[in-house]
């Protein structure tokens, strides 16, 4: 059975960075890079929201709460998907899943906290 593991949550300051994995395993084959990949926020009491994507081509697109300081990039070697989270503020605080849909179906990570202290 496929599964998305995130990692690299955790508690920082303002002004901080974070690098978020996202692991896939029990797949027979690749999960990324055959569809979109991206990343999702949910602050607390809020809607999931897409803040990276990633294409198989390789194109990346942000949402622009997060553009100039989030970098989603691909290892599909190792079928990781990673988001590099820098001047983090306050309003980065939720919870961050990952996302791929190589196109027989999605799939969705637990998710992993982030909170950002001011």
């Known amino acids: 059975q496929v599964q998305l593991v995130e990692s690299g949550g955790g508690l920082v300051q303002a002004g901080g960075s974070l690098r978020l994995s996202c692991a896939a395993s029990g797949a027979s084959r690749g999960i990324f890079s055959m569809g979109t990949d991206g990343w999702y926020h949910q602050a607390p009491g809020a809607q999931r929201e897409l803040v990276a994507a990633i294409f198989p081509d390789g194109t990346t697109n942000y949402a622009d709460s997060v553009q100039g300081r989030f970098t989603i990039s691909r290892d599909s070697a190792a079928n990781t998907v990673f988001l590099d989270m820098t001047s983090l503020k306050a309003e980065d605080t939720g919870v961050y899943f990952c996302?791929?849909?190589?196109?027989?179906?999605?799939?969705w990570g637990q998710g992993t906290q982030v909170t950002v202290s001011s």
């Open positions: 996302y791929a849909n190589p196109g027989w179906r999605p799939y």
